[in-house]
C-alpha cells in the first residue's frame, strides 16, 4: 500500500541578504508527527476486534450485522428482536447450517451462548462439512441466566456446498444451548492481508516529519538527508542453547537477526540443581555473558515447571516440608542469582496442564511463588505461560476462558500477574482462530507475548516455513502482542522442533522466512533532500534512528527514538 507523508526538513544558516551560506552554523530539526495516512481497508471488511470476556444479561448485536447471517435469521430458524438474532437449541444437537463456503477463505466467526441445565459449561463450536470435520473452531466458558461471548474462525481445506456448525458441551453432559447473534464474515487471503497491514501501519509505524534550521531557525532547502532505523522498538527474537557458547559463526548468525533471547533449557531447576545442595549457574551465567555483550533482552524461563516430568529428578521424593523448603531455597537462589538480569519471568511454568506444586504444597502454592518472585525482582514482568492456548481450542485445559479465568483468580488474590505468555507449538495454524483468542485475551489489557514459537516436525520444512509465515503476520499485526519468541534453539542432531539453518548455519526455508519479515517489519535506508519548505519525510517502524544531514560542507549526526503514540514528536539537532 502506498502512502503520502508532508515531512518537513529545514536547513537555514545566518546569512547576509537573506542567502543561506553553508559556512555558518546550522541546526536540524526534526519533526516526528503522529498523524496516520487514510489507509483502511477499500475494497472489503474492516476487521473487528471486539471481544467480551463478561457474562451479559442480554447479548451485544452480531459483529459484521451478522455477516452472511445478514439475512438469515428466519430462514434458519431464528426469531429476531432489536437486531439481535436469537437461535433455540437444545442439548447436544445445537447447530447452524452454512451454505456455499469457499476453500482457503478466511472466515471469523462469533456467536453470544446461554446455557441451561447447568451452572456452567465450557461450549465448544466444531465445523463438518461434507470432506471434514473441524473438531474446535471456538470455545466459551458459558454460564446459566447470562449471555456469554464465543469469538473464533476456521478455513476450509476443500470448498463446501453445505456446512454445519454443532455446539456442544466439552465435557460430553448434556445442557440446553441458546445462541444470539451469530456472525459469519468471510475474508479473502488478500483482504487478510490488507487488514494485518493496517494493524501494522497504525500501531507499529508512524510518521516523521524533519526540518532543518539554522540557530535562528532559518529553513533551508537544499541539504541531503540520511535516516538509518539501527534498533527496533519490537522484541523478535529466539531460544539460545549452550551450543552457542564458543560457537561464532552461531553467535554472528543470531545477533545479526535478533533483540532478544530466551534460554531455551539452562535456567530451569533440573540444570541449575540437578544434585540437591549443588547449584551451578555456569552455564547459564555464560550465556547471560553473550546476551550483554550484544545488547539482547533475555526473558527467564523458567522458575517452577508444573509438569513432574521436567523437576529434578531429587525434588519428586521429598516430603512436603522438605519440598516447601526445597523450592523457597529454589527462588531465592535464582532471583539473587539475576535480580534486573531478566525482562520476565515465567514464574510456574504450564500450570493450566499440571499442577504437582499445588497437590504438594495445597492450593496457594502458585500464589507463593508469584508474591515472593515479585518481592525477589520487582522490576520483572511476571508471566504466566502455557501451550495449546493459541494453537488450538481443542484443549479443555487451557481454552482461552480457562487462561483468563486463571489470570483473575491470581490477581484476585493479590498476585503480581503482569503477564501473559503463550508458547504457540503450532501444527497447522488457524488464523482467524489465533486472532480471536489474542482479542479476548487483550481485553485483561496485559502484554502478550508469543514466547515458544514452532512449527511441528511431522511437517516437511517448506510447509513449516508456510506455517511460521503465518503465524507470526497475525502476532506482528495483533496491536496486543509485545513481543515474539522462537522456539528454534540451534542443535546440530536437530532442534526440538523445528530448525531455522542448517549445521553451517545456512538458512532453512524457515530461516528464509524469518529474514524476509525482519527485513519487511524495518524500515530501510531513507535519503532525500529538503523541498522548497526544508521538508523531507517518511515513515517509520518504531525504534532508534540515526539521522546525518549534509548542507555544503559542514555535516551533523544525531539519533532520536520513534516510539508509539498520537502526539506530535519534535526533535532538533543544531549543526
Not at 441451561?116 to 461450549?123: P, Q
Not at 519428586?316 to 531455597?329: E, G, P
Amino acid at each position: 500500500m502506498n502512502f503520502t507523508f508532508t515531512v518537513s526538513l529545514h536547513l537555514a544558516c545566518e546569512a547576509g541578504h537573506g542567502s543561506p551560506n553553508p559556512y555558518v552554523p546550522c541546526s536540524l530539526v526534526i519533526h516526528i508527527t503522529s498523524r496516520i495516512p487514510e489507509n483502511k481497508p477499500q475494497n472489503g471488511p474492516l476487521y473487528d476486534s471486539t471481544a467480551y470476556t463478561e457474562c451479559k444479561g442480554r447479548p451485544e448485536k452480531p459483529l459484521y450485522g451478522g455477516g452472511v447471517f445478514k439475512s438469515e435469521a428466519q430462514s434458519q430458524g431464528g426469531v429476531e428482536e432489536d437486531g439481535i438474532a436469537s437461535y433455540a437449541v437444545i442439548s447436544n444437537s445445537s447447530s447452524l447450517v452454512l451454505y456455499n463456503l469457499t476453500q482457503g477463505t478466511i472466515y471469523t466467526f462469533s456467536t453470544w451462548v446461554k446455557i441451561g441445565g447447568s451452572n456452567s459449561a465450557m461450549i465448544r463450536a466444531s465445523l463438518k462439512t461434507e470432506q471434514d470435520t473441524y473438531d474446535c473452531i471456538g470455545t466459551v466458558s458459558a454460564k446459566r441466566g447470562c449471555w456469554s461471548f464465543l469469538k473464533g474462525g476456521f478455513v476450509l481445506d476443500c470448498p463446501s456446498n453445505s456446512s454445519t456448525i454443532f455446539f456442544q458441551n466439552a465435557d460430553g453432559k448434556d445442557v440446553n444451548i441458546d445462541i444470539a447473534s451469530p456472525s459469519l464474515q468471510p475474508f479473502t487471503k488478500q483482504q487478510w492481508r490488507i487488514n494485518q497491514q493496517y494493524i501494522i501501519n497504525t500501531q507499529r509505524k508512524r510518521a516523521v516529519t524533519i526540518h532543518v534550521s539554522d540557530t535562528n531557525g532559518r529553513k533551508l532547502q537544499g541539504a541531503s538527508v540520511c535516516v538509518e532505523q539501527i534498533a527496533k522498538d519490537f522484541p523478535i527474537g529466539s531460544a539460545i542453547a549452550k551450543t552457542i557458547l564458543g560457537n561464532l559463526p552461531y553467535q554472528n548468525w543470531f545477533v545479526k537477526r535478533f533483540n532478544a533471547a530466551v534460554f531455551e533449557n539452562e535456567l530451569k531447576w533440573y540444570s541449575t540443581e540437578p544434585d540437591q545442595g549443588i547449584v551451578n549457574y555456569t552455564i547459564s551465567d555464560q550465556m547471560l555473558e553473550f546476551v550483554r555483550a550484544n545488547k539482547i533482552i533475555a526473558r527467564g524461563h523458567n522458575i517452577f515447571w508444573e509438569d513432574p516430568q521436567y523437576n529434578p529428578a531429587w525434588v519428586l521424593n521429598l516430603t512436603d516440608m522438605q519440598l516447601q523448603s526445597a523450592v523457597n531455597y529454589r527462588i531465592q537462589s535464582l532471583m539473587s542469582q539475576y535480580k534486573d538480569e531478566f525482562i520476565h519471568w515465567d514464574v510456574s511454568n504450564e500450570m493450566l496442564h499440571f499442577d504437582f506444586y499445588e497437590k504438594k504444597l495445597g492450593p496457594d502454592a502458585t500464589l507463593h511463588f508469584f508474591k515472593t518472585a515479585h518481592e525477589s525482582d520487582p522490576l520483572a514482568t511476571l508471566f504466566m505461560n502455557d501451550f495449546n492456548v493459541v494453537e488450538t481450542c481443542s484443549d479443555v485445559n487451557s481454552t482461552v476462558d480457562a487462561y483468563i479465568s486463571r489470570i483473575r483468580e491470581l490477581q484476585h488474590n493479590g498476585v503480581f500477574m503482569d503477564g501473559i505468555g503463550l508458547e504457540g507449538h503450532f501444527t497447522i495454524p488457524n488464523p482467524p482462530l489465533i486472532r480471536a483468542i489474542l482479542d479476548k485475551l487483550a481485553t485483561l489489557n496485559l502484554p502478550i507475548w508469543l514466547t515458544e514459537v514452532d512449527i511441528s516436525k511431522t511437517l516437511d520444512k517448506n510447509t513449516q516455513a508456510i506455517y511460521l509465515e503465518e503465524v507470526l503476520r497475525e502476532g506482528f499485526s495483533h496491536p496486543s502482542v509485545n513481543g515474539i519468541m522462537l522456539w528454534t534453539a540451534f542443535h546440530p542432531k536437530g532442534c526440538y522442533q523445528m530448525c531455522l539453518t542448517d549445521n553451517d548455519f545456512k538458512n532453512l526455508p524457515s530461516g528464509d522466512v524469518v529474514d524476509k519479515l525482519l527485513e519487511e517489519w524495518q524500515s530501510g535506508r531513507v535519503e532525500g533532500i529538503t523541498d522548497e519548505h526544508g521538508s523531507h519525510s517518511f515513515y517509520g517502524f518504531l525504534g532508534e534512528y540515526r539521522v546525518r544531514v549534509k548542507y555544503g560542507n559542514r555535516t551533523t549526526n544525531s539519533t532520536f527514538s520513534l516510539t508509539r503514540g498520537e502526539e506530535t514528536r519534535h526533535f532538533t539537532v543544531t549543526l
